[in-house]
Each structure stands twice: as structure tokens, then as C-alpha cells.
């Protein structure tokens, strides 16, 4: 049996352990906090449960299919709800967009802002439907270590007919000109890290998983889909160490030999990487043995890091849904602000959850609890004046939009940005989401899964393939757990062989 050690435990570190401890192996992971969940963590304060990180349950088959390769069902370790709206948007001079779970009601509110629209959305939605197909079938599912692996006929007809060379933003014009639609046809991108201009159209795949798959809650909040994979995890003998982070990663003979974690040294066969790329390469190995220099990170294209509040109202807001988007300023002034310019928003979007709309068991009865998202720049410098401006211009717009008094009745407020990114995960730059999906970072152009000076070294996770978000990260730590069979088999074989 080898010993798999698998450094840090959000998503993908969680996945990476279940199908290496499914492989057979003996498994430990490693997390620097004294939490599991990664970016997926949470906290109780005074009776408000948080999710400090994702909130959007978006594409269940991907989970669904997850449990399913361990013989489980998502069912079997938490409940799952369909949200109906899935969202609201916000305007600035129009109605709240409420956006329903079923498709009919979709299009007769499409209809009902642009005549024709209706059908146009069906189109799109078709596209979306090949494209999202195309792209599990076809593209999340590979390590993306050579471009042969997509030279199959088949194959490459379905990524040419994904418009991979047309810009996310040029194809939604294509459908639909009222400004509203745009945007909210265009939202579901910001997940991947840029601006819709900047992203392969391939990505409106994210409008059917948002539209048409639907947007899902897990009872009790995200962080039950991390505890769910622990226990699964925990089931399959994986052994799981908190408070454990990982200084060194002792290489010799093209081997990681071990890892040293609070002075001591843990002996292992293989390793599987979880936590930020950067910080693996650059903190834990020598620098013969990294895969990117500093420059190669410098000209990346990072996710936006945010700015969070997690709030605890003691009365229940009015005019508030599940996931509300604040789309009531300047999309394009604040996209300018986090990818160009590089500088805190002027007046910028924002997002907020209200989970205690759907779930009283995240907050004391008859109130609610807030979390509030800004997108900013990676790197961007946080400084305590910075939090502390934002809050009071965001919060006077939630009350403006929903005519209820919020401000006096905040019992518990906390915030979160670029340094506690760094702190917490390591996080280069304080990104919060990873690399971007742009074309230049999708598939084999992503940083590698493999590490190319050390066999047994494995990487996953948001900022390798196939990308930002919950469920790529589950995929990717399938990826991974398989490359540490494939290496395992040919070292042995080369050992033999020479
Ligand atoms: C605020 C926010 C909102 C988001 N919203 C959504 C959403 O709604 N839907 C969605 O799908 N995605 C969302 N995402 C993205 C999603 O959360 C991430 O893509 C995903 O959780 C990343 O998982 P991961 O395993 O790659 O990394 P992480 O969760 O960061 O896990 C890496 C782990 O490694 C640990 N680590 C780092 N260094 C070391 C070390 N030296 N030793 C030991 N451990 C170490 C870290 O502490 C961490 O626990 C959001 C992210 C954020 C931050």
C-alpha cells in the first residue's frame, strides 16, 4: 500500500484523498488551518452560521456524480433544495429581475422585457445545452498535459463548434440587446475570472448550469457538502490532520521523499498538492525543482480577490432573495477597476447572500444572516480605512433597493479581504477564485497538473485544471488521484526497464 499525502483540505484536497484512498492507497491529508473546507470554511458567531466562501450550488450533476463514483449518492450526506428564484438582480432604474426555476416562467419574463427574446433564449440555451455537453464530455475531464489529447476527430469538430475564438460578450449580443438580459446573461461568466469580452464563448456553457440545470442549496449550507466529503473521505480510511502546515517538500532522485510539517518529517510516495500553486512551488520546493519562475505568476491573469462582510441582522430584511446581484452601477466602470486599472471601485457591484431566506438553522429565529461579496483586484492594498468605507455605501444601497432599515440592526459584522486570503490560504496575491478562464489559461495552456522535475509530485486544485469554482475542483481532484496511479505504474516500470 503506498502512503499518499495530500497538502491542504478544500475541495479539491478532499476529492484527491477519496479516489486515492479508493485506488487503494493509505492516505493523509495535511490542512494549515484548524478548519477543514479550504476557501470552503465556516464559522458560527452568536447564533449566525457562515460559509466563508462559496455560496452558489451550481451544476449538482457534477456532485451527483462525485458520490456516485464512491457508490453514494449527494443524498447521503445532506439535503438539497431547489432554489425558486434561482436569483434577483438589481438595477438602477428598473424592477428587481427575479429569475424563476422553470424555464417557461424564464422565457415569459425574457418576453416580457425584449418581444422576441423568448425564443432567443431558447436558442441560446440550446447552444449552451452542446456546449455544456461538449465541455464535460470533451474537456474538463482531461489532465491537459499535451494537446493530443484532444486530436480525436470527433473531438476537435466539437470544440471548433464551441466558438472557442468568439468572445462570451460578442455572443450574447448576438441574441439579445436590452441591457438587462446582457448583463445577466454575461453574470454567470464573472465566476470564471474576467471580463465576458475576455472569455471563449465555449464558457456560456455556466448559462445553461445557471439557467436551465438550475441554482441548488445544500440544508444547512455549503459547508455541509465539505463535511459530507470528509465523512466520505474519513469513510474510505483517509486520515485527516488539522493544524498541519506543510513547511518543505523533500525531493531527491526526482522523488518527493517527504514533507515537514511543524518540525517534524513525514515519510511519503507520493504527493498531492491542494494548496495555491504559488505558494507550493515557491515556499515548499527548491527552485530547481518548480515548474514556474515568479515572472510566469506576475503575467498571469488572476481571478479577482474580494471583499467580504458576514453580517448578523436581528430581524428579517424585506425585498431580499437567497443570492442577490446588485447590478445598479457601472458593470464595465468596476470590471475596468479590478482587470485594467487595478485600483479600488469607485462605485462598485455587488453581491449578497441571505441563506436564512431558505434555511432557519443559519441564523437565531427571525433574523438573518448577510454576506456580502465585492470583487476587487488580486493584490490590491487592504488596509482596515478600505474595509471600513465600503460597508456603509453598500449597505445603504441593499436598503435603498429594498426599503427596509438594515443599519440598525446589525448585531454582528465582520470582514475579510486580500490579507486574510494570504493568511489563511496562502493565496498569491489574495486571489480568492484562482486563475482565469481566459483562452490563453484554459486546458493545456492552464499550469500543469504534473509537476515536470519531480514524478510523484501532483497538483490540483482551482489554479491547475480545469479551473475556478466548486465543482471543477472536484474534478480536478479526481485528475489528480489518477496521475498518482499513472506515475506509480511508470516509475515502475522505467525502475525495471533500466
Ligand atoms: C468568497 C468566495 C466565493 C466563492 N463562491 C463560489 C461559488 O459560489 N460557487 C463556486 O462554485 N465556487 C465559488 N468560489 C470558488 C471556490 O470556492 C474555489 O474554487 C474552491 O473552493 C477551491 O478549492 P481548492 O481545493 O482548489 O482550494 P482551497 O479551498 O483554497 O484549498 C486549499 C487548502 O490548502 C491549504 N493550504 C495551503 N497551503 C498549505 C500548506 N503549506 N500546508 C497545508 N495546507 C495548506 C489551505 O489552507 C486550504 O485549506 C468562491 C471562492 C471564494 C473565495
Not at 479516489?19 to 488551518?33: D, F, H, L, P, T
Not at 427571525?366 to 482596515?384: M, R, S
Not at 486544485?461 to 489528480?480: F, N, Y
Request: hydrophobic fraction near 40%; charge should be neutral.
Amino acid at each position: 500500500m503506498k502512503e499518499v499525502a495530500i497538502i491542504g483540505s478544500g475541495f479539491s484536497g478532499l476529492a484527491a484523498a477519496c479516489y486515492a484512498a479508493q485506488a487503494g492507497n493509505k492516505v493523509s491529508v495535511y490542512e494549515k488551518n484548524a478548519t477543514i473546507g479550504g476557501r470552503a470554511r465556516h464559522f458560527t458567531e452568536q447564533g449566525f452560521m457562515f460559509d466563508m466562501g462559496p455560496s452558489w450550488y451550481w451544476m449538482p450533476d457534477v456532485f451527483e456524480q462525485f458520490f456516485r463514483d464512491f457508490d453514494k449518492s449527494a443524498k447521503d450526506y445532506y439535503q438539497l433544495v431547489q432554489l425558486d428564484p434561482g436569483f434577483q438582480i438589481f438595477f438602477k432604474d428598473h424592477a428587481p429581475l427575479q429569475i424563476p426555476a422553470k424555464l417557461e416562467e424564464l422565457y415569459d419574463t425574457f418576453e416580457r422585457i425584449e418581444a422576441g427574446s423568448a425564443k432567443q433564449l431558447q436558442l441560446f440555451l440550446k447552444d449552451a445545452a452542446y456546449k455544456y455537453q461538449v465541455g464535460m464530455r470533451d474537456l474538463v475531464h482531461k489532465p491537459g498535459l499535451s494537446f493530443r489529447e484532444y486530436m480525436r476527430y470527433d473531438v476537435l469538430k466539437g470544440i471548433m463548434q464551441t466558438h472557442l475564438f468568439r468572445s462570451v460578450s460578442k455572443h450574447v449580443r448576438q441574441y439579445f440587446k436590452d441591457e438587462r438580459l446582457v448583463q445577466l446573461m454575461e453574470f454567470p461568466i464573472l465566476f470564471l475570472g474576467a471580463m465576458p469580452k475576455d472569455i471563449p464563448a465555449l464558457y456560456t456553457l455556466m448559462n445553461y448550469a445557471a439557467l436551465s440545470l438550475g441554482t441548488w442549496y445544500p440544508m444547512g449550507g455549503m459547508q455541509k457538502v465539505i463535511a459530507g466529503m470528509a465523512t466520505l473521505a474519513e469513510e474510505l480510511g483517509v486520515q485527516i490532520h488539522t493544524n498541519a502546515a506543510v513547511e518543505y517538500i523533500h525531493v531527491s532522485d526526482r522523488q518527493a521523499k517527504g514533507i515537514a510539517i511543524n518540525g517534524n518529517y513525514i515519510v511519503t510516495d507520493s504527493v498531492i498538492a491542494s494548496g495555491d500553486y504559488h505558494h507550493i512551488e515557491q515556499s515548499l520546493l527548491e527552485p530547481q525543482h518548480r515548474n514556474y519562475s515568479e515572472q510566469y505568476w506576475d503575467k498571469k491573469t488572476f481571478a479577482p480577490s474580494c471583499l467580504l462582510y458576514y453580517v448578523g441582522v436581528n430581524k428579517k430584511v424585506k425585498g431580499l432573495q437567497h443570492h442577490n446581484l446588485f447590478f445598479d452601477a457601472d458593470f464595465e466602470q468596476h470590471s475596468k477597476e479590478i482587470y485594467e486599472t487595478k485600483e479600488w471601485p469607485d462605485d462598485p457591484l455587488f453581491y449578497v447572500c441571505c441563506p436564512s431566506k431558505t434555511d432557519r438553522s443559519v441564523a437565531p429565529d427571525g433574523q438573518e444572516n448577510l454576506f456580502i461579496l465585492i470583487p476587487i483586484a488580486p493584490g490590491i492594498e487592504d488596509t482596515p480605512e478600505m474595509r471600513e468605507r465600503y460597508f456603509p455605501e453598500v449597505l445603504k444601497r441593499i436598503e435603498k433597493h429594498c426599503g427596509d432599515n438594515i443599519a440598525e440592526h446589525i448585531v454582528y459584522n465582520k470582514s475579510y479581504c486580500v490579507k486574510d486570503f494570504v493568511s489563511d490560504y496562502n493565496a498569491y496575491k489574495g486571489n480568492a477564485y484562482g486563475l482565469a478562464n481566459t483562452l490563453r489559461q484554459t486546458a493545456v495552456l492552464k499550469p500543469s497538473i504534473k509537476n515536470k522535475q519531480v514524478d510523484n509530485l501532483i497538483y490540483t486544485g482551482q489554479l491547475t485544471v480545469p479551473g475556478p469554482g466548486v465543482p471543477p475542483s472536484l474534478i480536478s481532484g479526481k485528475l489528480a488521484a489518477a496521475q498518482i496511479s499513472s506515475t506509480t505504474k511508470r516509475h515502475f516500470y522505467e525502475t525495471v526497464v533500466r
